[in-house]
């Protein structure tokens, strides 16, 4: 499977202030998936992205709260825009591998986001 | 709509016996189905996944899950629990057929005693 790195691992950051994530992976991958895990919660999609295109956003998230890029095949920013303590979070990147039918979301560490 | 459930929110077994973490489904056509695990401070780990086939998978750390189609389940089972088994576990549903969007359940604490 895919090796994926995330940076930062965490950061505590003060309300108001953005933040951007960067997701690496080691091999190209044309599906990148971006996931917020609330404090004892589960696991919910934020938005896809697809190299060259614009990210899809799940409902209940906008561009402008969690812009994403995604310049090439190895590599994705996710950035939380004007944070209040709601958005402390772990945000994790995943990418697909596999190739139809079989294919598996792979994930990465984690970014864990503190907002005060 | 599409949802996961994952009914207990912890599970405690002790070392050497059998443990099952239960999931049921709910989602139209046919389903892909899958395990992971987060440890404490940890991303999520791929366990084992259900596509098609027979009903009963075999993935990591010497875990199962069995597919049962008409009760809409996916239990995951170990025969014989670790200590280093406690984690959170979470089940995930893909509708599948290029539909990409992982749905996942609540998660379920697993606590091994030894």
């Known amino acids: 499977s895919a090796v994926i790195s995330q940076k930062p691992s965490r950061d505590i950051c003060q309300r108001g202030t953005s933040l951007t994530i960067q997701c690496q992976v080691d091999?190209?991958?044309?599906?990148m998936f971006w996931y917020r895990q609330q404090p004892g919660q589960s696991l919910t999609l934020i938005a896809t992205a697809n190299q060259g295109s614009e990210a899809t956003y799940e409902s209940g998230f906008v561009i402008d709260k969690f812009p994403i890029s995604r310049p090439n095949l190895t590599f994705s920013t996710l950035t939380v825009s004007n944070m209040s303590p709601e958005d402390s979070s772990i945000y994790l990147c995943s990418v697909e591998q596999g190739g139809q039918p079989q294919e598996t979301q792979y994930f990465g560490p984690g970014t864990r986001l503190l907002v005060l | 709509a599409q949802s996961v459930a994952q009914p207990e929110d912890q599970v405690n077994v002790a070392e050497g016996n059998p443990l099952t973490v239960k999931c049921t489904y709910s989602v139209s056509g046919n389903p892909y189905l899958f395990w992971y695990v987060q440890y404490p401070n940890r991303g999520l780990q791929f366990l084992l996944k259900y596509i098609t086939g027979d009903n009963l998978v075999k993935g990591s750390y010497g875990f199962e899950a069995e597919f049962n189609k008409s009760q809409t389940s996916f239990h995951l089972k170990k025969p014989s629990a670790l200590v280093s088994d406690s984690a959170l576990y979470f089940c995930a549903v893909n509708r599948g057929g290029g539909y990409n969007k992982l749905i996942f359940g609540a998660g379920t604490r697993l606590a091994v005693h030894p």
């Open positions: 091999s190209q991958v044309t599906m």
